[in-house]
């Protein structure tokens, strides 16, 4: 199958795929947008326009869980989920609290960096939103050395890009202590660095990062 995937090296969702194209060892050609087709080309591909957005030859797949799923049943080896169902539960638990309760707060704090434009009562608002969701997967965080179990898995590819999210946004907001309740996330992202996947996307984010930064 010839994969693509619009990709932008900042946006956490993106970086969720590329994890699991790089921990499968998957030959996708990696486009980056802006820049990859003209904006109409890519409403044309997909009416969401959103990245990530993957195409298998004419099929175009939008949604960065759906894609990192399908790609798991394509190429099952090396396992990111589990045989067993509970831990799966536990998985797929980890990803819906990024997805749904950290990841909504954070994408709407990511509009209030710039101090000139921010709303100090909505950033202390949604700050409390983000500690309550981040405290919620700390709850649900496992005791292996990865995200749940010992073996990297999709929570991992979801959480990793989040957590590093969290921790450079924390200090633009004037706000250094966002895992100050969540131990456990914080001993995990610091215990991720030394996973080569996690890693490479975290300095890929980084890049991104800096370069948005000095576009501001
Ligand atoms: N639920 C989507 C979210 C993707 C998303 O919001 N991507 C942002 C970048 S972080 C985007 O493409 N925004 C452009 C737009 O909405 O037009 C996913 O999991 O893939």
């Avoid at 050609?29 to 990530?52: C, Q, R």
């Avoid at 292996?144 to 990297?152: D, F």
């Avoid at 921790?167 to 250094?176: C, T």
Wanted: aromatic residues 8%.
């Amino acid at each position: 199958m010839t994969y693509a995937m619009y990709d932008s090296q900042l946006s956490p969702f993106a970086a969720r795929c590329r994890m699991v194209i790089y921990a499968k060892g998957l030959d996708v050609a990696i486009k980056d947008m802006p820049g990859a087709i003209p904006p109409e080309e890519f409403v044309s591909l997909t009416p969401m326009h959103k990245v990530p957005t993957l195409t298998v030859g004419d099929a175009v797949i939008p949604e960065s869980q759906v894609i990192c799923e399908f790609l798991e049943r394509e190429h099952p080896e090396p396992a990111l989920t589990s045989s067993d169902n509970l831990v799966q539960a536990q998985i797929e638990l980890a990803c819906r609290i990024c997805d749904l309760y950290v990841m909504g707060p954070l994408g709407q704090l990511f509009g209030q960096v710039n101090p000139q434009s921010r709303d100090d009562a909505r950033v202390e608002a949604l700050v409390g939103d983000l500690k309550k969701g981040l405290s919620w997967l700390d709850h649900y965080l496992g005791d292996g050395s990865y995200a749940i179990g010992n073996n990297m898995t999709l929570a991992d590819c979801t959480i990793v890009p989040v957590l590093f999210f969290v921790l450079q946004l924390g200090p633009m907001l004037g706000h250094d202590d966002l895992l100050g309740d969540s131990a456990k996330v914080s001993n995990y992202f610091k215990a991720m660095q030394s996973d080569e996947h996690a890693q490479r996307v975290i300095g890929e984010m980084g890049t991104a990062l800096k370069k948005w930064q000095q576009s501001q």
